[in-house]
């Protein structure tokens, strides 16, 4: 039981550090902004609480920005939201195998088509307030609530929080932070397996928004 239970740690662990990782590569046309101007946006481990490491990056034209390791089955509203048509840049951190994560993208969209992938996350927070799906092997059920967003901070703020419960006793938890500032959504996840995630993303949105304003062109 103890070897069944690591390694179900281990895996849900890997779907979640994959929060950022790259997605294949498109031939479609993309956003002004290439992902060296927004490598500069991010946050770095100096920024956040003592303890986090950098376990994950990418700065090219179609890093896939999701919650933990990607698609949800049971919500398809919850897809990446990079797409062909958009340039990222992600990084995340990490404190230890069970974490916390944390995840902080800058996704720069095509004019105009940011607007409706926030309205797209927020409707989650309906559409998929309860379903369940199959984590590495582990059977998840889901929960979706909105929280309290800082909407000062940007023409368009979606904060959620995700709780999850499992089949062999372990909590797959997650609470998001979008803010989209023109056609650029800054993004912050934090996820954390068997405990509830310490709010890292809330408390660093004001910071993630003040660098992307003075470092991306743009934001």
């Known amino acids: 039981m103890i070897r069944r239970s690591l390694a179900v740690v281990l895996g849900l662990a890997a779907l979640v550090s ?12 993309l956003p002004s902004a290439a992902p060296a101007d927004l490598q500069p946006g991010l946050l770095t481990a100096g920024d956040l609480p003592q303890g986090y490491v950098r376990i994950a990056s990418v700065s090219n034209a179609d890093g896939a920005v999701s919650i933990g390791g990607g698609d949800f089955p049971g919500c398809p509203a919850l897809e990446p939201m990079t797409t062909e048509r958009t340039t990222a840049a992600a ?65 368009q703020a979606v904060a959620l929080r995700m709780t999850g419960t499992t089949n062999v006793n372990l909590a797959v938890n ?8 023109g056609d650029t959504v800054v993004w912050l996840n934090d996820m954390s397996i068997g405990t509830t995630p310490p709010g890292v993303a809330t408390s660093l949105a004001k910071a993630a928004a003040d660098r992307c304003r003075q470092a991306v062109p743009g934001c």
């Open 18 to 29: 994959a929060g950022c990782a790259p997605a294949k590569v498109f031939a479609g046309p």
């Open 174 to 181: 997650a609470e998001i932070v979008a803010l989209r500032r």
């Open 91 to 155: 990084v995340t951190f990490g404190k230890g195998i069970t974490g916390p994560y944390l995840t902080h993208a800058l996704v720069r969209f095509p004019a105009g088509e940011a607007a409706a992938s926030m309205t797209k996350l927020a409707g989650t927070a309906t559409s998929c307030r309860k379903f369940s799906q199959n984590l590495a092997g582990v059977s998840v059920t889901f929960t979706v609530e909105p929280r309290p967003a800082p909407r000062d901070l940007a023409d």
